[in-house]
């Protein structure tokens, strides 16, 4: 009993945390257009969209779930090519519309799906932010 409060008490941290990011993320580069926040197995916890992403771009909220859970497996991925290439840092995948950037904040046990304009650098967005919160 004891141990599922702490886990409540540890997703309800990770929610605040959570939505303070996906402002100052959203914010930080005009190249991003929007971002989820996922939890551990892909739970989204936080959606923000830029102002320069017109609402009939959007996707249903049914869409972003299938999203979280579809990026958590990609990242998963993307780790176990650890003693190949070293740890996993993001992933890049380009579309004829635009990309999409997915990252596993290790730090913050979260994970995030940017989506990105066409002419963005996935590279630099994410170089942006680790400087915006702090890791290497």
Known sequence: MANSKAEAANAHALDAIGSRLAKDI?????GIMSLIVMRKGGVVIAVRRSSRL??????????????????????????????????????IGTYKKGKVLLIRLKEYNLDLGLRLSRSASGEYIYSKIQGLLGIS
């Open 26 to 30: 959203v914010d930080c580069d005009p």
């Open 54 to 91: 017109q609402e009939l771009e959007y996707i249903d909220e049914e869409t972003v779930k299938l999203f979280g859970v579809r990026a958590s497996v990609v990242l998963g991925a993307a780790d176990t090519a650890g003693d190949l290439f070293g740890s996993s840092e993001a992933v």
